[in-house]
């Protein structure tokens, strides 16, 4: 009897232990924002940047929440309130910042922008459709941002994407055309000219008369790139 009583006892404590842990209230407060330059967003390939977020305080659980930056640059995850730690890791950066590591109090809703400045920009984007060759032509300039001799690095990749959506990705695209930049002295590139890719419109729906484009640099050492917002251009 004393056996079924105790197993009774135990059986309601753990009803009532568990009760009182889904009584806590789920996180409400919104962190977000947007990675820019001098004031402008900044565009990124898909699920490649994320930011680390190490909340403050006496826990047993030490691990970071991700928050991964959208293709345009922003970002948004709901937190409890409280003190953060904010970390961009440095592999997944194709940009510098002036701090590693940010403090982020978060009491309610929180707008938080965050300026870096990237090794190289993306500039004078200019597309334009080929019909004849059925190819996405464009012409840019890649200018270094980042001089300091301990950071520069130099340029790896330099691509142009076509898709047919505005979500323009390594992971959702039609084409790509990559550069040559084995000969690249280093430094800033003025007059970078692209041929392709191909746009393969007669897969395109009938109704579709516009593609989308993104130019995307890489630097040495790193498999992050940096890249344009996505552009629409119409052709038909």
Not at 174 to 197: A, K, R, W
């Amino acid at each position: 009897m004393k056996k079924i009583f105790s197993l009774a006892l135990c059986t309601l404590l753990l009803v009532f232990t568990a009760c009182e842990y889904d009584n806590y209230d789920a996180p409400s407060s919104r962190f977000h924002g947007q990675i820019l330059y001098k004031g402008e967003p900044l565009g990124f390939d898909y699920n490649e940047v994320y930011i680390e977020l190490w909340e403050l305080g006496d826990w047993d659980l030490k691990e970071a929440i991700r928050v991964n930056v959208n293709i345009d640059g922003t970002f948004s995850q709901v937190l409890f309130d409280g003190d953060y730690k904010m970390v961009i890791p440095k592999q997944v950066r194709p940009f510098v910042m002036e701090q590693d590591t940010v403090l982020v109090q978060i009491r309610g809703n929180k707008e938080m922008n965050i300026e870096v400045t990237p090794y190289y920009t993306i500039e004078d984007v200019k597309y334009n459709y080929n019909a004849e060759t059925d190819k996405l032509e464009c012409t840019c300039a890649v200018r270094q941002q980042v001089t300091d001799p301990e950071l520069a690095k130099e340029v790896d990749i330099i691509r142009v994407y076509v898709g047919k959506t505005a979500y323009l990705s390594h992971q959702s695209y039609i084409n790509y055309h990559t550069l040559n930049t084995s000969n690249n002295p280093g430094g800033s590139l003025e007059n970078v000219v692209f041929s392709g890719p191909a746009v393969n419109s007669a897969n395109l729906l009938d109704s579709q008369n516009y593609i989308f484009g993104r130019v995307a640099v890489q630097v040495k050492g790193s498999s992050i790139k940096l890249m344009t917002l996505p552009k629409k251009i119409t052709f038909r």
